[in-house]
Each structure stands twice: as structure tokens, then as C-alpha cells.
């Protein structure tokens, strides 16, 4: 997300190093392009404004005229009043009151709220709470049923909603079921229409009205840009909303929707869908993604993503196999899994400072297919030769080869670079035996 918007501004950041001391001109001709650069991401022309006026009245000042890296200072200017634009701090879910608390879930057909709330449902179960998921969608009978199958994979449970029943009457029934039974978090799945229209707004009024949310957030679909806003402030005139879920971020590279929401509704963005799986759902952490913005990288996110896909007693487990030397291809293996549930190549990368700014990294866009590709090798080998590769000569490269779709220049691409890895480990690990390893497992695959 926000590729162009990135770039754009790490061209106009370079010119302004070149200039070494600035002038007020300078700093000017810099801001005129940051203002194109924004408005063709497709934030919203007031905002704009407002963001571009904000910079020029603290750049053109002491602060960057006198400075020995003026450059370095304008950066940090654009990043702390992008960071204030996005709403400063990261906001809460507000879970207080008497349980059970309900999060009312409202949008557009074809936002993805009923995944949305499949994942919410997930991260609340992840923190200890016990939700309870209530499809409230009868005007598309496909949407009850794919809740319920969400909330199979998921382990939690599900009102039995029927597609003659009342919406309204659903999540009355629901809440009352959820009180009863001890759930502590109610996710209401409401229906939504192809553009807001009255009998909808009084359907989700009549079931705030009943339900009393905590929570009424909005999904959106930040791929359709300057209309999710505008769908926002309409749902907030009428419903007045408690925040923003911005879907499909992942695949919206202007990013003007996530840029303009805060400012526009007065409302806060709360989380980024960024994928389809289950686990894509992220916290909005307005500084993080002004970070990620200006091409410095979001560690944090990097980090906690770690935290939560890799286990404390394999990473222990396997750091004592390398120490031993014995790491197979199936421990290979093991660690390209953990790292696809993180995300994709391109994401993760993205999170590491600098590295979203080279050329090389840019043209090459890493191939997720390749990953895949190394597993299914894997996988069509026998036990015996994941855990001795040296044993696979040319029939058994012939055969994995035909087994996982590959060529046999593919196995044996793999092959040499596993061997490679095993040989540095073994470097690593060679003089630092009674020491801790000098990486963790997963960090260096």
C-alpha cells in the first residue's frame, strides 16, 4: 500500500538533501510537489490543504532554516504532522461496561464486513475475551452462512440466525443468548445495500437502538478511495460512528482513503484489513504507517508479528539442532511456514527500514509462488532425504521433480542453496557454542 504515494516523496525528499542549506523558495517548489503527490493518491483536496499549510508554517521557520540538516528536519516535520493527521495516537476498542458489550458492525455490500468480523472475533478470542458472532444480514443468505463456517474455523460460536427472522429481532435475541450463556463481546454482522438507502439507515438504527453498541464501526473498501470516504461521512451523519475498519489496504497503493478518513469524519481508523486470511487484520497505529509512508520502515509491526507466529519452545528446539548441526529440510521447511503466516514477502520487506527504497528490491517485487514452489519440493521428498539431503542423487531428483510439478534444475537450485545455508549456520554457530545464537530462527529464513 501507498507504493506511489511512497515514492513520490522519497524523489522529493533526495532533491531537497542535494540543496544542503534551504531556502524558502526551495522549501516551497518541495511542499508544491508533496501537495501533487498527495492529491494524485487521491486525498481528499481540503485535507490536503490543510496537511500541506500545517508543514509550511513550521518548514519555513526557524526550526529548518537554522538547522545543520535542514533536509533531515523537513522529514520530520512531514512525518510528525502525517502522524498527527492520522490521528496521533492508536485508538482503543472500547470494551468497558457491563458484558455483554456489542460491536456493531455497518457498510456497504461488498466491503467485507463478514469477514471483518471473523477477524475481530479472532484477535478479541487471541486476548483472552469470549465473542459471540450474530449474522444479522438476512437480505443476503450467503453472508449467514459464511459466518458460520468463519466460526467453525475459528472455534467460537454463532447465533443460529434463520433468513425469515427480523434483523432487528436477531440481535435482541442475540444479546439476550450471549447474556445467558456468559459471552463478554457480541459482533453484530448487519446487512448492508449497494448505496445507503432509508430502509437500511432505520434497520441499523433500530438495532443501535436496541443493542446500545459500545462500538459502531464502519467497513470500508479502501481500494474505492475518495467514495469510502464519502460513504463514511454519510453512515456517521446518521449513525454516529465510533471508528473505521479500512479493508483491502493490501491492494490499494494511493492510500487516499486512510489519509483522508480521520480528518474528514472525526473519527478514528481502528484497524487495516490486509489480506484475506484470518490473521489480517492489523491495529491502526497512525505513526507506524507514517513511517511506513515515508520509506523508513515499521520494525514494531515486524516484531509483533514475530512475537505472535513463532513459538518460544520450537525457536528453543531448533536452536539447539543448529547448535548440534543438525538442521534438515524439514526444519527449513518448518521456518518458510511460519514466515508465509506473517505475511507476504513484499509486506515484510516493506517493514524493514531502507529496504522498501532500493531500486534492486523494487524491480525484483519477491515471488511468493517461490515459496510455495520450495515447499512442495520439500514435501515430495521421503523422510530419509529431508533429513540427509546428500542421499538425493539424479533419480530421486528426477522423481521429487515430477512429484511437486518442478524441474529438476528447481531441486537442485534448492539443494545448493540449502547447502549454502547449513554452511554459514555452521560459521555462525562456530566459536559461539556456549553463548546464545547470534540470530533468532525464522528472522534469518
Same mark, same amino acid.
Given at each position: ?36 503527490? *498527495? ?32 533536509? /533531515? ?19 482503543? @476498542? ?123 464501526? @464502519? ?18 451523519? @446518521? ?6 475498519? @479500512? ?19 472525526? /473519527? ?5 484489513g490486509v489480506g484475506e486470511k484470518l490473521d489480517a487484520l492489523e491495529v491502526f497505529h497512525p505513526d ?72 534492486? *528490491? ?52 534448492? *539443494? ?13 554457530? /562456530? ?15
Amino acid at each position: 500500500m501507498f507504493d506511489r504515494l511512497s515514492d513520490k516523496l522519497a524523489g522529493v525528499f533526495k532533491k531537497l538533501k542535494g540543496h544542503g542549506k534551504l531556502t524558502e523558495a526551495q522549501v516551497e517548489e518541495a511542499l508544491r510537489e508533496v501537495r501533487l503527490a *498527495l492529491l494524485e493518491a487521491d486525498v481528499h483536496y481540503k485535507v490536503t490543504k490543510g496537511f500541506i499549510e500545517s508543514i509550511k508554517a513550521r518548514a519555513v521557520g526557524e526550526e529548518v532554516m537554522r538547522s545543520l540538516t535542514p533536509a /533531515q528536519q523537513v522529514v520530520k516535520i512531514v512525518h510528525e504532522e502525517l502522524t498527527r493527521l492520522l490521528g496521533g495516537e492508536s485508538p482503543r @476498542l472500547d470494551l468497558g461496561g457491563k458484558p455483554p458489550v456489542a460491536i456493531m458492525l455497518v457498510g456497504l455490500q461488498g466491503s467485507g464486513k463478514t469477514t471483518t468480523a471473523g477477524k475481530l472475533a479472532r484477535r478479541l478470542k487471541s486476548q483472552g475475551r469470549q465473542p459471540y458472532l450474530v449474522p444479522a444480514d438476512v437480505q443476503r443468505p450467503a453472508a449467514i452462512e459464511q459466518l458460520k463456517r468463519l466460526a467453525g474455523d475459528l472455534g467460537v460460536d454463532v447465533y443460529p440466525s434463520q433468513t425469515n427472522q427480523n434483523p432487528v429481532d436477531i440481535a435482541v435475541l442475540a444479546m439476550e443468548a450471549a447474556y445467558t450463556a456468559g459471552y463478554d463481546t457480541v459482533i453484530l454482522d448487519t446487512a448492508g445495500r449497494l448505496h445507503i438507502d432509508a430502509p437500511l439507515m432505520d434497520e441499523l438504527k433500530a438495532i443501535r437502538a436496541k443493542t446500545e453498541p459500545n462500538e459502531i464501526l @464502519l467497513v470500508a473498501d479502501a481500494m474505492t478511495g475518495q467514495d469510502a470516504v464519502q460513504v463514511a461521512q454519510k453512515f456517521h451523519d @446518521l449513525l454516529r460512528l465510533t471508528g473505521v475498519i @479500512l479493508t483491502k489496504m493490501e491492494g490499494d497503493a494511493r492510500g487516499g482513503a486512510a489519509l483522508s478518513m480521520r480528518a474528514v469524519i472525526g /473519527q478514528p481508523i481502528k484497524f487495516l484489513g490486509v489480506g484475506e486470511k484470518l490473521d489480517a487484520l492489523e491495529v491502526f497505529h497512525p505513526d507506524r504507517l507514517s513511517s511506513r509512508i515515508l520509506g523508513m520502515g515499521d520494525v514494531l509491526t515486524l516484531i509483533e508479528k514475530a512475537q505472535e507466529t513463532f513459538d518460544a519452545a520450537q525457536a528453543q528446539a531448533l536452536e539447539k539442532k543448529l547448535r548440534k548441526e543438525g538442521f534438515t529440510l524439514e526444519d527449513f521447511r518448518d521456518q518458510l511456514r511460519q514466515i508465509k503466516k506473517m505475511g507476504t514477502m513484499e509486506q515484510l520487506l516493506g517493514m524493514i527500514p531502507g529496504l522498501g527504497k532500493l531500486k534492486a *528490491l523494487k524491480d525484483m517485487k519477491p515471488d511468493d509462488r517461490e515459496l510455495k514452489r520450495v515447499e512442495a519440493i520439500i514435501n515430495s521428498m521421503t523422510p530419509k532425504e529431508r533429513a540427509d539431503h546428500l542421499i538425493i542423487n539424479g533419480s530421486r531428483r528426477r522423481r521429487i521433480a515430477l512429484g511437486s510439478g518442478t524441474s529438476v534444475q528447481d531441486v537442485n537450485r534448492l *539443494l545448493k542453496n540449502f547447502a549454502t545455508t547449513q554452511k554459514m549456520i555452521k560459521q555462525m554457530t /562456530q566459536g559461539g557454542k556456549k553463548g546464545k545464537l547470534p540470530f533468532m530462527p525464522g528472522k534469518f529464513f
